[in-house]
Every structure is written in structure tokens, then in C-alpha cells.
């Protein structure tokens, strides 16, 4: 009996080794290799002057110490600009040592190779390295005044500057009946994923090839980036992802400074060499994401209707920009949420600073630009004495609308064109899980208490599953067992489960047999990587057309061996049986067998293959012209266009009258990421991401002083939420499927962390009536407003009781 | 990050470790429970070049209740007294702190006694001394001596135990059936350091508050007891108006401004928490009078959420 | 600077999952790196080494505590139980039985930390509420899952040791035999 896998929320083939130890993440390998450390620079921007070894030379098990000198040809030139962009007129990236300059606290200038870690860090404590320090620029509003530069040769530390406009925004704002204009901020935070990087090299000197394993979100990007920079070809370079701690976006950049020089000292002493990042090296040397500054100006109708939306913002992209300006462009389109503008600019600058660099954390760009957003949709309300859901509900792309197209285009270079969705239907579900409509009562009966209550809302669209592909292989063996690879990576998201759940269900096979390799590029060498929400809408379709494939040649092969039609055929639980006669029947390790007209019989499926005499026409020969040995299959998933998921959150917060601490007492998500490969996967994807959310909304901010110190470089003192920070998250969803791509999914990964501050700063202000336009905050930041606000510096909200009105 | 290399020392008596901490002065560090000495070694904050390891000293793992103190040797760890009921009935006030020192596992392994030692200001436990009018005491080359709280605090992270020294055990007076106690703290995450805490102790005689005194954890340099009764005494538990003694605790208070709050807002929350643990104090006082045994209320962190709002 | 003195080596033994094992290496040597390199126990993670993230969590004597804040020469006077020591594959412990069951891990990094804590947790207090439940795993972080699922495991685990009866082995002791035989889930 074949169990419906698609759609079951069954347990992960992953835990049972996670659980008893048996994981093997980057630093379980390479027990023998050899240990690297760095000298980082303790300056935010400085000319490195000299640098003296002299004393770490005598430290016992040392082994090699590197500066920028010692760098050759590529491996010393600036590291790959990943994402080209013509609005990336100035963009910038370091080297893998310094050379003759550091531009954030945490850049690596020297390489230390030793025995163990424990050595190599005191040969690091003794090296001596002069700087000159520079004074250095630190937060958006001083690269924006740019009174001092990070790049000598960047105006204005100005990277990039990028505009995007559908029709004409300052004629509807000149004719608009109402106009607001909201300052916003969102603060620095990062990814923070518990296993920070990793790499381990092994150079194989019989070979001439070089095995890397690094903590990384792209084994093929690992690879082509490290082959280019050691000038070796692409055949003789294999790299793993293994098991690996969370990513979170950090690990999709490459490749970092350690993941060329870690693989280039192994080629170079002809070892293995291993470098483990540790947790301060993750803060001031990975990088950071989400700071930006933004400014709106919107004009709407009497009903609320949005009839201009014009936003500039500032993005702060640290001291250099490998991974191009994604962020900014997708905060710019993401900015949109489910809403129909009927004119939208948008204007941003992506802006130098000396500290660490950003690239995409989980969200990319969305949250901010969903704060923008809903910030903006809550004033209106206010202004208007409309309730908040009302205000959104008109203006929300409406399913008949769809496909709907911005005039826009996304991150991937293609038209902003939303597939599908039902956001009116999302929304009320949220309000019936929230009780929306009966928190104004709620609300009354807390303040007789003397009590402080409030409800905020968040909506946001995702675009997920961005191109250019993702491939699937598999093969059947003979003894059945089916080897399922595609080359992007996991961490943590199930895919070892997921896709075999997929395999399991288009081929009719028992999932214990099925096998899932992710992020190796031996298995699956073309693949571009996880990230954007795109592993199972990617992975997952790709798998879905390889699956069918294997089918249709299994039953081919069955067929004519059973001599019946292969429309007469069935596969069920790893059996090619003919529908209604199930004795007539071979098993799919049986077809493997046939499938490969092998001469020897060299085990018992071999032999037994025989006895199905299958076609011995002499003149055909054994494979045919368009046919391949082995029962594989191969293919490739590649969309036009992203496939657009949508969600919405509410959320009950209290603050405190006197210390303004504030707590959560409900949090409420409804998501629609279209049908769900195992239902349970996704909603811990929906919990983690929120998680993170309440991290960014309530408690996580680097924080740095004007010299450019990060000041907080530790657990200690970066606040992420335990267990007891973080509310009971309350689900509940819809699914929309996506006409895109054959399974009709849609990607989930950051759905639970984009509204998150937009919703905390919802309920706030509702809380507190007035409004809360910079995130995160703390209770002593509330404190602060508040007694701003009593001083009249603050304005109330206007109509504050009417934005959560009872629905008449 | 891995610490700096150093030479370990395992002394087996209280005699041993102290001439070992007279041979490497202030090159030395004890190494009892470690929570707050590894991590800073292993960010190499700092790089002695000796560590006297005491955990195998014999005899300083007691915990006695005499009928004046409470004595804690110099090897208990927190949860250790955190879980005994013999000192929790003679003396409340350390379980109710102790639950807030760091988190439970840091507990298995820190001891009260090296807290102590180490002064942070943010430190609950010697808040606790303070509270009291504890005693350190201390075993050195010149024979063991003992240090007054008052004595023993001379700045932030800093004590009058000379390098050649070792604290072997702290006690904490007992406080009287007449007085009642409480403590709370506030912190930005469960078990972090609290943004402002404040332990309290209120004696009632003859149905009226004889004596009411407060200390402080992360607003005062070094911790010290306020005497608060001179704006209460006299007067009903239940009817003390406690934002009388504001002026008193903000006087006392030196709080200041870091990444996770503001000197005001320090200053604040102390005076709140004062008021909320005076009081507490006053009713527990009460109810040790009524023959009800110690009281144990919760005033949490900011933390486990609780299910509220419209639907729930 | 003077020069680098080559560091003694010492003999130190720990007792880890009921085997004495045995490594000569300096004191500073901490004991998540003793366990993980020089015992090859490669099941305790690293997330911070300042004891924040909990990661490293083994149970010492039973009592969890945070083996980046231990040297293995100070271990040696007692029994380290590691994740590997609360049952295997085949013969799971109840913690680690019911995270599968109830999706308590993602990337499974900070689980080793969880399954040690909650395993000596449920020692002591075998029968949470929700409440309790989740303050005894706020003491460890976990990036992937926002908690929901661990604190949901922390029941079933509860729900598991007591249909496996009185005596049942929790993996506490260590003894993988043990928990084969009262761990498994019925």
C-alpha cells in the first residue's frame, strides 16, 4: 500500500544520526589536519604600515605564517564582485589578505598555520602588525554626510545608486488629498547561525586535485570561485557542503578570504589544512545585514487608497560589497507587500561604512522594506481614523488581478509579476485567529485594569524560488535503492527528508529506500544554491521531472519485459505491477538490472534479471540510439520568474506602565506558501524564522561606537532570544498553489521573520498611542519615547482607537 | 578562542593553595567554578601565567547553618545552596536570589563564594552579603582573617583579598524571625545580567516596621546596604506608602549608562523594584510572624509568556 | 616578548559515557575540545566558548554543565555523560526519541546541548507543565526552530520516560545498555 507522501508530515530521515551525535559538520572532519587562525585588524580603517613575525616564529608547532606578499597572482587580487549590477557603479571588494589597508574591525591580515588551533592563536598574539589608523566613517547618517570616505575613490561612499518608478509619483502626491511622511530606521543585526564558518582543504599530491569542505550554502559557487583563484580546472576541484549548523544567509556569500586561502595553503604545503571560525570571528568578520534608513512620503484618497508612494532610503552595506546590492534591490520591490500603488518610486543608496560587510540575512531586504510598508499603512489608517485592516484591504491585489505585474523588476533580473495569492482570504483568517475584531474590548476591559495592550498587524509577499536553476539526478540500483542528488545545499531545512518524500511519491517507492545528497558537487555538479526560499520550489521540481523520467523509462523497460503496455502499469512500494494482475510484476531494482545490459551477472539480481526475456532483436542493439544504460534520470528546473508566497501576522503585546518592558502575550501567523511537500517542516521553517523576527524586533542590534568598535562581539552581549523570550507562535495557513512550476509550491524559508518588526511596531504604538518608527526597541528605548511623548516632543496618534475597530 | 597557555597548580589543602598563590602573585589566578574566569580566558581578556585550581581542596564544599550564619565553603557551588533546605529555612533570601544568578547550568558549576570574590557589580550574591553584613573569610600566609562586607568591596571587580589570599568561605548572618525578605531583578533575557536588581529586607516588631534596608545589584559600584527605615519606621506593613524612601535609594545609586540601558532608566527600575521588594519584604515579615513559614513569590524576569488576549 | 616556553603536557583521564579515556595534552586543553578532538566524541558542539549559547552542555556527575567552561584536566574527578552517551540509533533515549518524533531540530547544532539538558532536567522534575518546560530550556539557543517543537519534545520526553515505567534509564548514567532496554518508546 503506497502512504501519500507529498503533503505528510512524516519524521525527518535526518534525526536520528543528529540526535545521537552522529552529525558531522565541519570541524567533526579533518582530525589530522593542520589548524588556521588570523590577525584581524582591531581598527575600523587603517594603513597597514608593517608587519613583524618575528616573535610567533618560535611558538612550537607553527607552521607557515602568510601576509598579502605572499599571496600569488589571483589569490592575492580582490575577491569576485558576485552579483554585477549597473547601478553598482562603484562597488568594491577586499582582498583575501590585506593589502596595505583594512577597512573594518575583523579584517584578516595574516594567516597563521600551526598544529593545533590552541598554537596558531599564539602565534597570532604575537605578531605585531603597525597601522596608521584612519579616521573612520560609522552608521548611515555619516556615510551619508560623507564628510569622511571608507574608499578613497567613492564619492560620497556612495556604492550604488538605484531608482525604480512606475508612473508619475510627484504629480500624484501634488494632487493627492492627503500626504504623510514617515522617517524609519531598522538596526544592524545578522544571521547568527550556531556553527559559524568553516573550511577544511586536502590536497591529494598523487591526484593533483583538491577536496574542499566548507559550512557553505554553495558548493558549486565554493568551487568554480576557488578553482578560478588557484588557476586550477574545474575537474580537478570537488567541493562538500557536509552537515552544517544553520546558515540563515550568511554562508551564501563566496567565497569568504578563508575559503580561498585555506585551500590554497593545502595545495601549497601539499596537507590538509582546516580553519574553524570561532564565535568573535563570526561577529566582526562574516557579515551583518538589515540597517537601513528610510524616508516615505505617501499620498492616498478619503477611503485610504495608496495613489503615490514614494521611498528614498539609505542602506548601509558595510566596507565592501561582494555580494552586490541584492539587499537594497529586494527591499526596494518587496517594499510593494500585496498592496497596488497606484504610483510607486523608489529611490536608494547603498552606502560604505567601515565595519563588517552585508550581505543577505534571512529576509534580504523584505523585512525592511515590509516596515516601510505596513508603517506607512498603519499612519494612514491613523490619519484617516480607518481600521488597519480595512486601510490594507483596499488596497490589496485582488485574486482576479492576478498575474499581476509591478513594472517593475526583481532581484533575478525579471519582471516583478505576482503569479498568485489570495491575500483578502489570508487576511481574514488572521483576524479570526487573532480575534481581531474583538480586541477593542479586550483593550478596554485591560486599561480599567490599569494595563497596557495592543494588537499589530504585518502582510508581506515573498518572491521565492528565483532562478536560474536547480537540477535533480537519480538512480535506482539494482538492489532498488534510489539515489536521489541535486547540488544545492541544507542547513537544517529537511531536505534529506522533503525530497525524498517527493522521490517517494512520483516513483511509487518505499521512502526507507530513498537517499537524498544535497551541496556535493561529485553527486551534482551544476547548481547554484540555497537561498531566496527557492530549495524546494527549485530542488524540489527539478527532483519531481527526474522522478518522472525514471518512471516512464522503468515502465518502458517493464513493459516490454512483461510483455503488456506500459499504460497497464503500475509502481507501488518499489514494484512495476500490472494494474489489477499484481502477481505480474518485476521490482524496480529488477528494471535497474535490465536497464544496463551488463554481460556479467556478477550477483543474484544480475542473474535473476534473466529470466525476463525482454526484446532480442539482432538488429537492434543492446542500448538504443536514444536511450542510456542504468534506470537515471536527470533534469533540470528553471522558471521564467519567481513564484510569489504571501503571509500576514498579528500580534497582542503588553507593555509595562512603569519600566516599559514589553512582552508578546500572542503571536498569530497565517502563511500560504501554496501546498507543503511535509506540513511539519514548513511550520518549524514559519516558527524559526519568527524566532529570529522577535530577535530583530525586541533585542538584536550591533552595536557600534564612532570608532567603529563593534561593541557587542559576543552572546553576552548580542541578545538573540532563548526560549523564554520568544512567544507560543500560533499557525495557520492557506495555499494558493503556484501555476509556475509542476509541483505547484512555493517557497517558505523566510516567510516567518519578514513582518515581524512591522508587527511588534504595530502593536506598540497601539499600545502606547503614538507611533514606534524605529526597530529594534528595547523596553529603555520605550521608556525614553514615552517620556518624549509626554513632553509633547511626540504626537499622539490621532485617531488611535479607531484603527482597530469592531467590524460593523 | 582558545585561552593562553598556563601553568596549573592542584592544590589538595587550603594550605597548599595558599603558598602556591604566595609563589605567583599576581600572576596567579584561583580557578574554582570558572563561569566568570574562563570565558575571559578564553577571550583572552586576560593571560595569567599560573592557575591555582582549587576544586580538589579538601574541606570547602560545606554548607552549615550555625545559629548565627549561614557558612558557605569556598567549593559550593550555587545550586548547591540553591537546593539546600537547611539554609533555605534559616535564611530565604539566598534561594530567592540564587534562582536569578545566571542560568541553572552556570549554577552547577559556579560558586557563591568565587561570585563574591569576584565583585562584578552586576553580581547577585554579594548583594546578598551586603544585605546581611556578611563576612569573607579569607585563609593567607599570615594565617586565616576575616573581612567585613563593608571592608571587602573596593570597586567594581575589585576586593581587599591580597593576591597571596584565598577566600575559604563566606557567611551570612541569619536575619531574625522578625524580618522578612525579598528580591527582584530585571533583565533584558532570561538569565542575563539583570539591568537593575535590588534585595530587601524589612523587620516588623510589634506590628510595626522596626527596620527596613535595601541592597543593589548592577546600579552601585561596590555593594553596600542602604538603610531606608528613617522614611518607614513605625508605621503598619501593609499601609507603608514605600515611595518614600525614592529619595533615600536614589541617593545611594550610582547606576550608569552601557549598550543595554541607560543610567536613568537603571535608576529608575531600582526604585521600582524597591518599592516592590520592600513591600514583599513587609508581608513576608508578616507572615513569618503568623507561624506560615517563608514566603516564596515570584517576580520574574521579563520572560515566559503567558497566553492573554482576545482569543485566549 | 620572551621567548615561548613549550607546554607541559599533562596525563589527564576522564571518565566519559562509562569509559575512562585517556590523553596527554596541556592544561588549558578545554574539555568541549578533549571530548570532541582527543576523545574523537565529536557529538558535543561548539557555538560560543563563553558558555552562553549552550551548545557544548554535558552532564558532569549527571548535572549538566557547559564544557567550554571546564578543563579536561578538572573533569578528571568526574563522569562526563556526552550526547553520544544517551542512547544510539538504534536504542534512542527518550529525549532523543521524542525530538524526532516532535521535529525538535533543524540543523541539529545546538541540539547535543538540549538533549543533555533536558535529559538531567527531566530527572528531577518528570513531569512538566508547558510553562516549566520551556523555562528549563531557556538556557540554550537555538537559531532554527523558535523553541515551539523543543518545548513540545520536552513533554513528550516526559510522556515517554513514564510509560517506560519506574526505574526506566534516562541516559543520565550513561549506560547506552541502559536506555536499550528502558529508553526506547513503546
Redesign the interface.
Known amino acids: 500500500m503506497t502512504t501519500q507522501m507529498f503533503g505528510a508530515p512524516i ?2 530521515r ?12 565541519l ?2 572532519l579533518g ?1 589530522g589536519a593542520l589548524a588556521a587562525a588570523f590577525v584581524r585588524s582591531p581598527h575600523a580603517h587603517a594603513k597597514v604600515v608593517d608587519i613583524d613575525v618575528t ?1 610567533a616564529l ?3 608547532g607553527l607552521v607557515a605564517i602568510y601576509t598579502h606578499e605572499d599571496l600569488p597572482g589571483r589569490v592575492g587580487e580582490p575577491l569576485p564582485l558576485l552579483i554585477p549590477h549597473p547601478a553598482l557603479t562603484h562597488g568594491r571588494t577586499q582582498h583575501a589578505l590585506a593589502r596595505g589597508e583594512v577597512n573594518h574591525v575583523g579584517e584578516p591580515v595574516v594567516m597563521v598555520v600551526a598544529r ?3 598554537l596558531a ?2 602565534a597570532c ?2 605578531i605585531r602588525v603597525d597601522y596608521e589608523p584612519l579616521p573612520p566613517v560609522v552608521g548611515i547618517e555619516a556615510a551619508r554626510a560623507a564628510e569622511l570616505l571608507v574608499h578613497e575613490d567613492v564619492p560620497g561612499n556612495v556604492a550604488a545608486h538605484m531608482l525604480q518608478e512606475v508612473g508619475d509619483v510627484e504629480a500624484a502626491l501634488a494632487a493627492a488629498p492627503h500626504v504623510l511622511e514617515l522617517d524609519l530606521a531598522i538596526e544592524r543585526s545578522a544571521s ?4 559559524g564558518k568553516g573550511v577544511y582543504a586536502r590536497w591529494d599530491a598523487d591526484r593533483d586535485e583538491l577536496r574542499i569542505y566548507s559550512s557553505t550554502q554553495t558548493s558549486t559557487g565554493v568551487r568554480a570561485a576557488v578553482a578560478a583563484k588557484l588557476g586550477m580546472p574545474l575537474a580537478k576541484v570537488e567541493c562538500i557542503a557536509p ?4 546558515g ?1 544567509g550568511v554562508k551564501i556569500n563566496h567565497p569568504w578570504p578563508e575559503e580561498v586561502l585555506v585551500p590554497w595553503v593545502a595545495k601549497t604545503l601539499g596537507t590538509e589544512v582546516k580553519w574553524v571560525e ?3 570571528e563570526h561577529f566582526i568578520s562574516s557579515a551583518h545585514e538589515r540597517g537601513q534608513l528610510h524616508q516615505v512620503r505617501v499620498g492616498f484618497d478619503d477611503d485610504g487608497r495608496l495613489l503615490a508612494l514614494d521611498v528614498r532610503f539609505w542602506h548601509d552595506n558595510g566596507a565592501y560589497t561582494p555580494y552586490g546590492i541584492i539587499v537594497p534591490i529586494i527591499t526596494s520591490t518587496q517594499l510593494l507587500g500585496p498592496y497596488k500603488p497606484a504610483s510607486y518610486r523608489c529611490e536608494f543608496w547603498s552606502l560604505y561604512t567601515n565595519t563588517v560587510l552585508v550581505t543577505p540575512y534571512r529576509g534580504a531586504g523584505r523585512p525592511q522594506g515590509c516596515f516601510a510598508m505596513e508603517r506607512t499603512m498603519d499612519a494612514i489608517a491613523d490619519e484617516l481614523g480607518l481600521d488597519r485592516t480595512e486601510v490594507r484591504s483596499r488596497n490589496f491585489i485582488l485574486p482576479e488581478d492576478m498575474p499581476y505585474d509591478h513594472g517593475l523588476l526583481f532581484q533575478d533580473g525579471r519582471p516583478l509579476k505576482y503569479d498568485s495569492g489570495d491575500f483578502p482570504a489570508t487576511l481574514d483568517k488572521l483576524k479570526a ?3 481581531w475584531d ?2 477593542a ?2 483593550r478596554d476591559r485591560a486599561r480599567a485594569e490599569g494595563r497596557r ?1 495592543g494588537l499589530g498587524i504585518g502582510c508581506y509577499v515573498e518572491g521565492t524560488g528565483v532562478g536560474p536553476y536547480e537540477g535533480g539526478h537519480i538512480q535506482v540500483e539494482t538492489s532498488g535503492r534510489v539515489n536521489v542528488s541535486t547540488g544545492l545545499t541544507s ?4 531536505h534529506e527528508t522533503a525530497f525524498a518524500q517527493v522521490v517517494a511519491q512520483e516513483l511509487g517507492v518505499p521512502i526507507e529506500d530513498v537517499f537524498v545528497t544535497t551541496g556535493d558537487t561529485r553527486r551534482m555538479p551544476y547548481a547554484v544554491g540555497t537561498f531566496a526560499s527557492r530549495a524546494a520550489v527549485m530542488s524540489g521540481n527539478a527532483i519531481a521531472l527526474a522522478a518522472r523520467q525514471v518512471r516512464a523509462k522503468a515502465l518502458r523497460i517493464a513493459a516490454d519485459a512483461l510483455e503488456v503496455s506500459a499504460d497497464d502499469l503500475e509502481i507501488v512500494d518499489g514494484v512495476v505491477r500490472v494494474k489489477g494482475a499484481p502477481d505480474s510484476s518485476m521490482s524496480l531494482g529488477t528494471v535497474s538490472v535490465m536497464s544496463n545490459p551488463l554481460r556479467y551477472a556478477f550477483d543474484e539480481a544480475a542473474k535473476a534479471a534473466t529470466q525476463f526475456a525482454g526484446s532480442n532483436d539482432p538488429d537492434k542493439p543492446p542500448v538504443a540510439d536514444d536511450d542510456e544504460p542504468g534506470l537515471e534520470g536527470r533534469d533540470f528546473y528553471s522558471p521564467t520568474q519567481a513564484t510569489f508566497a504571501n503571509g500576514m501576522h498579528a500580534a ?1 503585546v ?1 507593555t509595562d506602565p ?2 516599559a ?6 503571536y498569530c501567523v497565517v502563511h500560504d506558501c501554496g501546498p507543503m511537500i511535509n506540513p ?2 514548513v ?10 523576527g522577535v530577535g530583530g524586533a525586541l ?1 538584536e542590534r550591533m ?1 557600534y561606537d564612532e570608532s567603529g568598535q563593534l ?2 562581539a ?4 548580542f ?11 500560533e499557525t495557520d495557513h492557506l495555499e494558493t498553489p503556484s501555476p509556475l512550476n509542476p509541483l505547484g509550491i512555493k517557497g517558505a524559508g523566510e516567510a ?1 521573520c519578514i513582518p515581524v518588526s512591522a508587527v511588534i511596531a504595530s502593536a506598540i504604538s497601539d499600545a502606547e498611542g503614538f507611533a514606534i518608527t524605529s526597530m529594534p526597541i ?3 528605548e520605550l ?2 519615547l514615552r517620556r518624549r511623548h509626554d513632553a509633547g516632543d511626540i504626537p499622539s496618534l490621532r485617531h488611535h482607537d479607531a484603527t482597530t475597530r469592531k467590524h460593523r | 578562542m582558545k585561552p593562553a597557555p598556563f601553568v596549573h597548580h592542584a592544590p589538595r589543602t587550603v594550605e597548599e593553595a595558599v603558598e602556591v598563590l604566595g609563589q605567583v602573585g599576581h600572576d596567579g589566578k584561583v580557578l574554582a567554578g570558572g563561569q566568570s574566569l574562563i570565558p575571559i580566558l578564553n577571550m583572552r581578556l586576560a593571560s595569567p601565567g599560573h592557575l591555582v585550581d582549587i576544586n580538589g581542596v579538601a574541606g570547602l564544599d560545606e554548607v552549615a547553618v550555625t545559629a548565627d550564619a549561614v557558612r558557605v565553603g569556598a567549593l559550593v557551588r550555587h545550586a548547591r545552596l540553591e537546593r539546600d533546605d537547611p539554609a533555605y529555612a534559616a535564611t530565604p533570601l539566598l534561594r530567592r536570589v540564587l534562582r536569578h544568578v545566571a542560568h541553572p547550568v552556570i549554577r552547577n558549576r559556579g560558586t557563591t563564594v568565587g561570585s563574591i570574590a569576584h565583585a562584578d557589580p552586576a553580581g547577585e550574591m554579594p548583594a546578598v552579603l551586603a544585605l546581611t553584613e556578611g563576612v569573607v573569610e579569607v585563609a593567607g600566609p599570615r594565617g586565616r582573617r576575616e573581612i567585613p562586607c563593608h571592608d571587602f568591596f573596593l570597586g567594581a571587580l575589585e576586593t581587599s583579598l591580597a593576591p597571596d589570599e584565598l577566600a575559604v568561605a563566606v557567611r551570612f548572618p541569619l536575619l531574625g524571625a522578625h524580618t522578612g525578605t525579598a528580591f527582584a531583578e530585571r533583565a533584558r533575557r532570561h538569565g542575563d545580567y539583570a539591568l537593575a536588581g535590588v534585595a530587601a529586607a524589612v523587620t516588623v516588631d510589634d506590628g510595626v516596621v522596626s527596620s527596613a534596608r535595601l541592597s543593589f545589584v548592577s546600579v552601585t559600584d561596590v555593594p553596600g546596604a542602604l538603610d531606608v527605615t528613617e522614611a518607614v519606621r513605625g508605621q503598619e506593613p501593609d499601609e507603608v506608602d514605600w515611595s518614600a524612601c525614592d529619595d533615600l535609594v536614589r541617593g545611594h545609586l550610582a547606576p550608569e549608562d552601557d549598550i543595554h540601558a541607560t543610567a536613568e532608566y537603571r535608576a529608575m527600575l531600582a526604585a521600582r523594584l524597591a518599592h516592590l521588594t520592600l513591600a514583599e519584604a513587609a508581608a513576608d515579615a508578616v507572615a513569618l510572624q503568623a507561624g506560615s513559614g517563608p514566603r516564596h513569590r515570584e517576580h520574574e524576569a521579563v520572560g515566559v509568556p503567558r497566553e492573554g488576549g482576545p482569543a485566549a | 616578548m620572551s621567548d615561548p616556553v613549550p607546554e607541559e603536557l599533562l596525563d589527564v583521564t576522564v571518565t566519559v559515557n562509562d569509559v575512562p579515556r585517556h590523553a596527554r595534552v596541556p592544561a588549558r586543553r578545554l574539555l568541549s575540545d578533549f571530548l570532541r578532538h582527543d576523545v574523537g566524541l565529536t557529538g558535543t558542539h561548539v557555538g560560543c566558548e563563553h558558555g552562553v549559547c549552550g551548545a557544548c552542555t554535558v552532564l558532569l556527575d549527571g548535572a549538566p554543565v557547559r564544557a567550554c567552561l571546564m578543563f579536561a584536566v578538572t573533569a578528571q574527578a568526574h563522569r562526563i555523560t556526552t550526547v553520544e552517551g544517551l542512547g544510539t540509533v538504534e536504542a534512542m533515549g527518550p529525549v532523543q526519541q521524542a525530538f524526532t518524533e516532535c521535529h525538535g531540530l533543524q540543523c541539529g547544532f545546538c541540539t547535543p546541548g538540549f538533549l543533555t539538558t533536558v535529559t538531567a532536567y527531566l530527572e528531577d522534575h518528570p513531569h512538566p507543565t508547558p510553562d516549566e518546560a520551556r523555562e528549563a530550556i531557556s538556557g540554550n539557543l537555538c537559531r532554527c526552530t523558535g523553541y515551539q517543537n523543543i518545548v513540545k519534545s520536552v513533554l513528550r520526553a516526559a510522556e515517554i520516560r513514564a510509560a517506560a515505567g519506574p526505574g526506566a534509564g534516562s541516559g543520565a548514567t550513561g549506560d547506552a545498555a541502559a536506555d536499550a532496554a528502558g529508553g526506547s518508546a513503546p
Request: charged share 30%.
Open positions: 519524521r525527518r535526518e534525526d536520528p544520526r543528529l540526535v545521537t551525535g552522529g552529525g558531522r559538520y570541524d567533526d582530525k616573535d618560535d611558538v612550537e593545533d588551533r590552541y592563536e599564539d598574539a604575537r547568527m547561525p550556531l556553527e552537515d552544517v549548523g544553520g540563515f570561532d564565535r568573535r485567529l487573532v480575534g474583538d480586541f474590548g479586550y495592550v542547513q537544517g531545512q529537511g497582542v503588553e512603569v519600566t518592558e514589553i512582552r508578546i502575550l500572542r511539519m517542516i511550520e518549524g521553517q514559519v516558527h524559526g524564522g519568527v524566532a529570529q533585542y552595536v561593541l557587542n559576543s552572546f553576552m552581549d541578545l538573540m532570544p532563548y526560549a523564554s523570550e520568544v512567544p507560543h507562535i516567518g528595547s523596553p529603555v521608556w525614553e
